[in-house]
């Protein structure tokens, strides 16, 4: 049984489909903010629905479904997914076939749910790894060594090997790169791609981008409407494929030690949107072991997690308990700390937008 799924009441299944409606709008999922608007009503989809991960699913049941169409694009539920054909036909109407798809499917989609988790992964969440790695790779010096915590099949931790056009200094990155990342950085520091040494990778589960079911599990997990998107994380997990990491498979508090460990200076710990969804003991337990390496060794961490703010917004609240009454694609900040002589310094360099492709820096 997947660990991640929780005995949950239907109201309250059904209420993180009324909630992930609104969400998936903002983050321009339409075709599953239409399905949302349909399950709660569906008591079928809702029994399916509450075999999913707890706090993700509605992400986890519809890329359950994405898996399989992927696999076999020829039900009609596909000509709605962007991912799958050129010219997608509107949300609405829909919500039918995904009904048929999913009692039609139920025993793989049971069996997906049951071994697979949400690990979603960008290839453009580097845009907003590449401006505080620069200014880490200044500080520390190259090569820079990185250790990456929630790194799924390891996309971040080749950041260096794609090309960016993030401002006025035009394209970053070797002319050869198969990716080019495109966005906004206003601000921040003068750009170049850091040379990288080790790198090491830490995750619940590993996803292999050798692997064929991994890789079109990673796809899966795409938006519908994120063609290019897709596109991209197909050719950045050919790279991972050809690339050198070493990975930890298991609890990242239980892994870390021995990650650091075996990782050389100048080293490097980073992880996005990972920690958020940590319990906070276990954030605390993550910074002591943190503290502890800190003792006898200098090294540096970034952060890009989403705030508090964002996690109200998920849940449909305010903060107080009320109805939150508008969204925001604001997703947390950015954060380099300085980690010596058994302490850390912390600051806020930058603020990405949901996306990681508009980037305000402070600094």
């Known amino acids: 049984m997947n660990a991640s799924a929780l005995v ?3 109201e309250v299944v059904a209420a993180s489909f009324r909630a992930s409606e609104r969400i998936f709008a903002v983050m321009g999922a339409h075709l599953f903010s239409e399905f949302c608007r349909h399950v709660p009503d569906d008591v079928e989809m809702i029994e399916l629905a509450s075999h999913a991960m707890a706090g993700a699913r509605p992400a986890h049941l519809f890329s359950a479904v994405h898996y399989l169409l992927l696999g076999d694009s020829s039900d009609p539920l596909a000509r709605y997914f962007g991912t799958l054909c050129e010219a997608p036909l509107p949300p609405e109407g829909a919500y039918p076939e995904l009904a048929r798809f999913c009692r039609e499917h139920r025993p793989e989609l049971l069996e997906l749910l049951r071994t697979r988790s949400v690990q979603t992964t960008y290839a453009e969440r580097c845009r907003a790894i590449l401006p505080p790695m620069t200014v880490v790779a200044r500080a520390a010096g190259e090569p820079l060594n990185l250790v990456e915590v929630g790194c799924s099949a390891g996309v971040l931790l080749a950041f260096d090997k794609f090309a960016y056009r993030l401002n006025t200094q035009g394209r970053i990155g070797a002319a050869e790169a198969p990716v080019v990342l495109q966005g906004e950085l206003r601000g921040g520091p003068e750009l170049f791609i850091p040379r990288i040494g080790k790198r090491a990778g830490i995750d619940l589960h590993i996803l292999d981008a050798r692997s064929e079911e991994d890789r079109r599990w990673l796809l899966a997990l795409c938006f519908p409407e994120l063609r290019k998107e897709q596109q991209n994380l197909a050719a950045a997990l050919d790279v991972i494929a050809e690339t ?6 298991g609890d990242g508090l239980a892994m870390l030690a021995d990650a650091l460990a075996n990782t ?3 080293l490097c710990v980073f992880h996005s949107a990972c920690l958020f969804y940590w319990p906070v003991e276990a954030r605390k337990a993550f910074e002591k072991v943190l503290l502890d390496h800190a003792a006898t060794r200098e090294f540096w961490r970034i952060a890009i ?22 969204a925001t694609k604001k997703s947390g900040e950015i954060r380099i700390m300085h980690y010596r002589n058994g302490q850390v310094e912390s600051r806020a360099v930058g603020t990405p937008d949901a996306e990681y492709g508009n980037i305000e820096w402070y600094e």
């Open 264 to 266: 050389p200076d100048p």
């Open 8 to 10: 949950e009441s239907p």
């Open 305 to 326: 997690e989403p705030s508090d703010t964002f996690d109200d917004w998920q849940k449909g609240q305010d903060g107080n308990g009320a109805v939150a009454p508008s």
């Open 244 to 249: 050198d990491i070493t990975f930890y498979e």
